[in-house]
């Protein structure tokens, strides 16, 4: 999965995507209160001033650039390299890159150290709350012991009471709960998140996991070889300032300071970058869901939004305010836009666009986000139809509507909307084409509204002009009016758009299409992946569209989170010995919420009339395990770290995208054919 959000203060617009669990057990630790516990001699290098440094919560040679300051330290205190972590305890990418940052220290046992800050995303709810419980627990000595078990349930933490659940955790690490419950509601905890986050912000962070290894930047979940690299590069300037006669305790300030670079992305802490004002056209359906002045409004503000999103739920009440105030010269299109990592938003939307045809969409709307606690794993279906009848609707009508299609389009339209104006996360607005991107507070929203009903009543007076046309002519008014907006530059240590056609072999994959197809893409999926399933249905109209033109090789890539997908997969390459892959791989998208069931891979085979005694010998061979094993390894080499992930001729495609952009990359690769 791929996607962007905004969150709350000291979160930033995000592109995210997929992975793994995390297992920090033994070695010696220094927390947030200094050495907590250390391995026999492993400080003795410290010296005179090291050890004053320490005394103080400090580090010896610590760098001012990127402090190790009073953080949480795994490994040798006097280890030359510093692997400093930007993390967000509720972030599967997180626990993947911790798990080789894990596996570098236990490689390098001497050399490096790890260090963690806190940079808790912003559309992930609960992770303020779980980075809370880490430092809690380092208060008794444990907290990279409190890290392990977070991460370990990692896809568990959605919209518990993180303080009871880790309060558990704490039981089974043999913490004084009380005493860890009183340290979760200090209010320093949110100074040292808040500090941290700060830290990240004024040096490039712009996503999770981040990494500083001794000040060089790597961004995302990368393999142990590409941390390996850097590290064995760095333990020759080790070797070369030791020999100059500085202790190894003082390189890791000097390293930082020839290391570290900034990047155009990260605004100076003297001169903050000013954001770019960015205006687009979003045309209004005469039929969507809109109120306030909807016949010859001033201001048109268009919202984005998704009803399984947190911050778009806390926006409402800054919305009412604005029609409380300026609900004569205001009206509010909304827009749907369910982040694909949001598995129940899609059918949420369905059935407010259900209950928009017999007039009740905001009723809905505002039943929709009072209970979206309720939406995890639930049959949506009877939740909404409940909520239907709650609010007086024709029920057979609304699920006449639910069944017709109607409402999949919309959301299917409004989606690639979005994705065409740039909105890429939720909520997103658009005043009169002006875009106001998450949930920001009312006097954001007063200020713009305010100039742009000057602007509106400007052009209203001076072109005769209302309705549509007055929208119309007040965005077109903008845009003219916007300053350029800077170039914009790729994320730091980002994957590369285009691969090496050479490094993606076909191999034992399973392939559609034609051999000879002048586009290749190869498919990089996980069958427990709902982006994925999501993706799966765009790629069936790729192939129906460029029929003949296009070969399709999928490949396994598992994420490490998703328990039963290997199963899953071994099963489809079972299926595929017996001519029934894809039979198998349409099936496995549509049940992946029974894969936790019992036999329900055998009972999917049976269902497909396979020979059952050759699936089983095949399901468990050593053959399809390490088919499995050998896409994945094909995926981490070219940069995949979540999935969705396409290549397309080796174009880079992430995430699950809508069809315009799979066709924007196979015309432009068909048009090179010519």
């Given at each position: 999965?791929?996607?962007?959000?905004?969150?709350?203060?000291?979160s930033?617009l995000?592109?995210?995507?997929?992975?793994?669990?995390?297992?920090?057990?033994?070695?010696?630790?220094?927390?947030?209160k200094?050495?907590e516990?250390?391995?026999?001699?492993?400080?003795?290098?410290?010296?005179?001033?090291?050890?004053?440094?320490?005394?103080?919560?400090?580090?010896?040679?610590?760098?001012?650039?990127?402090?190790?300051?009073?953080?949480?330290?795994?490994?040798?205190p006097?280890?030359?390299?510093?692997?400093?972590?930007?993390?967000?305890?509720?972030?599967?990418?997180?626990?993947?890159?911790?798990?080789?940052?894990?596996?570098?220290?236990?490689?390098?046992?001497?050399?490096?150290?790890l260090?963690?800050k806190?940079?808790?995303?912003?559309?992930?709810?609960?992770?303020?709350?779980?980075?809370?419980?880490?430092?809690?627990?380092?208060?008794q000595?444990?907290?990279?012991?409190?890290?392990?078990?977070?991460?370990?349930?990692?896809?568990?933490?959605?919209?518990?009471n993180?303080?009871?659940?880790?309060?558990?955790?704490?039981?089974?690490l043999?913490?004084?709960?009380?005493?860890?419950?009183?340290?979760?509601?200090?209010?320093k905890?949110d100074e040292?998140?808040?500090?941290?986050?700060?830290?990240?912000?004024?040096?490039?962070v712009r996503?999770?996991?981040?990494?500083?290894?001794?000040?060089?930047?790597v961004?995302?979940?990368?393999?142990?070889?590409?941390?390996?690299?850097?590290?064995?590069?760095?333990?020759?300037?080790?070797?070369?300032?030791?020999?100059?006669?500085?202790?190894?305790?003082?390189?890791?300030?000097?390293?930082?300071?020839?290391?570290?670079?900034?990047?155009p992305?990260?605004?100076?802490?003297?001169?903050?970058?000013?954001?770019?004002?960015?205006?687009?056209?979003?045309?209004?359906?005469?039929?969507?869901?809109?109120k306030?002045?909807t016949?010859?409004?001033?201001?048109?503000?268009?919202?984005?939004?998704d009803?399984?999103?947190?911050?778009?739920?806390?926006?409402?009440?800054?919305?009412?305010?604005?029609?409380?105030?300026?609900?004569?010269?205001?009206?509010?299109?909304f827009?749907?836009?369910?982040?694909?990592?949001h598995?129940?938003?899609?059918?949420?939307?369905?059935a407010?666009?259900?209950?928009?045809?017999?007039?009740?969409?905001?009723?809905?709307?505002?039943?929709?986000?009072?209970?979206?606690?309720?939406?995890?794993?639930?049959?949506?279906?009877?939740?909404?139809?409940?909520y239907?009848?709650?609010?007086?609707?024709?029920?057979n009508?609304?699920?006449?509507?639910?069944?017709?299609?109607k409402?999949?389009?919309?959301?299917?339209?409004?989606?690639?909307?979005?994705?065409?104006?740039?909105?890429?996360g939720?909520?997103?607005f658009?005043?009169?084409?002006?875009?106001?991107?998450?949930?920001?507070?009312?006097?954001?929203?007063?200020a713009?509204?305010?100039?742009?009903?000057?602007?509106a009543?400007?052009?209203?007076?001076?072109?005769?002009?209302?309705?549509?046309?007055?929208?119309?002519?007040?965005?077109?008014e903008?845009?003219k009016?916007?300053?350029?907006?800077?170039a914009?530059?790729?994320?730091?240590?980002?994957?590369?758009?285009?691969?090496?056609?050479?490094?993606?072999?076909?191999?034992?994959?399973?392939?559609?299409?034609?051999?000879?197809?002048?586009v290749?893409?190869?498919?990089?999926?996980?069958?427990?992946?709902?982006?994925?399933?999501?993706a799966?249905?765009?790629?069936?109209?790729?192939?129906?569209e460029?029929?003949?033109?296009?070969?399709?090789?999928?490949?396994?890539?598992?994420l490490?989170?998703?328990?039963?997908?290997?199963?899953?997969?071994?099963?489809?390459?079972?299926?595929?010995?017996?001519?029934?892959?894809?039979?198998?791989?349409?099936?496995l998208?549509?049940?992946?919420?029974?894969?936790?069931?019992?036999?329900?891979?055998?009972?999917v085979?049976?269902?497909?009339?396979?020979?059952?005694?050759?699936?089983?010998?095949?399901?468990?061979?050593?053959?399809?395990?390490?088919?499995v094993?050998?896409?994945?390894?094909?995926?981490?080499?070219?940069?995949?770290?979540?999935?969705?992930?396409?290549?397309?001729?080796?174009?880079?495609v992430?995430?699950?995208?809508?069809?315009?952009?799979?066709?924007?990359?196979?015309?432009?690769?068909?048009?090179?054919?010519?």
């Amino acid at each position: 999965m791929a996607h962007d959000a905004q969150g709350s203060s000291g979160s930033n617009l995000l592109v995210m995507v997929a992975i793994a669990l995390i297992a920090f057990a033994g070695g010696y630790v220094i927390g947030n209160k200094g050495a907590e516990s250390v391995q026999p001699g492993a400080a003795v290098e410290a010296g005179a001033q090291g050890a004053a440094a320490l005394a103080r919560g400090g580090v010896a040679g610590d760098s001012d650039k990127i402090p190790i300051g009073d953080s949480p330290v795994f490994g040798n205190p006097s280890a030359p390299i510093a692997v400093v972590e930007f993390s967000s305890m509720q972030c599967p990418f997180c626990a993947r890159g911790s798990e080789t940052l894990k596996q570098l220290q236990q490689k390098y046992p001497n050399d490096v150290k790890l260090v963690f800050k806190h940079y808790p995303l912003g559309f992930q709810a609960e992770s303020p709350a779980l980075s809370k419980a880490l430092i809690a627990a380092g208060e008794q000595g444990k907290f990279w012991e409190m890290k392990e078990k977070v991460f370990a349930n990692v896809s568990k933490h959605k919209g518990v009471n993180v303080k009871e659940v880790t309060s558990g955790y704490a039981k089974e690490l043999g913490l004084d709960v009380a005493k860890f419950q009183a340290a979760f509601d200090n209010p320093k905890n949110d100074e040292i998140i808040k500090r941290d986050q700060d830290l990240g912000n004024s040096i490039g962070v712009r996503g999770t996991p981040h990494f500083f290894v001794n000040g060089e930047r790597v961004s995302g979940a990368q393999p142990l070889a590409k941390f390996e690299e850097i590290v064995k590069a760095q333990l020759e300037q080790v070797k070369k300032h030791t020999a100059a006669g500085v202790a190894k305790d003082q390189v890791y300030g000097k390293m930082v300071a020839e290391n570290f670079k900034d990047t155009p992305s990260a605004p100076s802490a003297d001169k903050p970058a000013a954001p770019a004002t960015v205006v687009n056209m979003v045309p209004v359906r005469a039929n969507d869901p809109m109120k306030g002045n909807t016949k010859d409004p001033l201001v048109t503000i268009v919202e984005f939004s998704d009803f399984q999103c947190p911050f778009c739920s806390r926006v409402n009440p800054t919305l009412e305010q604005v029609m409380k105030n300026y609900g004569e010269q205001v009206r509010i299109v909304f827009k749907q836009n369910p982040l694909p990592f949001h598995q129940e938003a899609p059918a949420a939307h369905e059935a407010a666009l259900a209950a928009h045809e017999q007039g009740k969409f905001w009723e809905m709307h505002d039943l929709l986000f009072a209970n979206m606690q309720s939406f995890k794993g639930a049959d949506m279906r009877e939740l909404t139809t409940g909520y239907a009848q709650q609010l007086g609707l024709n029920v057979n009508k609304f699920k006449a509507y639910l069944d017709s299609g109607k409402g999949k389009q919309i959301v299917k339209e409004d989606l690639e909307l979005g994705s065409k104006v740039g909105a890429r996360g939720t909520p997103n607005f658009f005043v009169n084409g002006v875009q106001l991107v998450g949930a920001k507070p009312y006097p954001a929203f007063e200020a713009e509204i305010k100039k742009q009903i000057a602007l509106a009543e400007k052009l209203k007076k001076e072109r005769n002009l209302k309705g549509e046309a007055l929208y119309e002519a007040v965005v077109a008014e903008n845009k003219k009016n916007a300053p350029a907006a800077a170039a914009p530059t790729p994320a730091p240590a980002a994957a590369p758009d285009k691969v090496d056609p050479s490094k993606l072999n076909i191999g034992n994959a399973v392939t559609r299409g034609p051999k000879n197809a002048p586009v290749t893409i190869f498919a990089f999926s996980d069958f427990q992946c709902p982006f994925c399933a999501r993706a799966a249905g765009t790629i069936e109209e790729v192939m129906k569209e460029y029929d003949g033109k296009v070969q399709l090789v999928f490949k396994a890539y598992p994420l490490p989170f998703h328990q039963e997908a290997p199963a899953a997969h071994r099963a489809a390459l079972a299926a595929a010995k017996q001519g029934k892959f894809w039979e198998m791989h349409d099936k496995l998208f549509a049940t992946m919420k029974e894969f936790k069931t019992a036999g329900h891979f055998e009972k999917v085979a049976q269902e497909l009339g396979l020979n059952m005694e050759k699936f089983k010998a095949d399901f468990n061979s050593d053959e399809l395990k390490k088919q499995v094993d050998a896409e994945m390894a094909e995926g981490s080499a070219v940069g995949v770290r979540g999935t969705p992930a396409f290549f397309i001729n080796g174009n880079r495609v992430v995430g699950a995208q809508p069809l315009p952009k799979f066709k924007e990359v196979i015309d432009a690769e068909l048009a090179k054919k010519k």
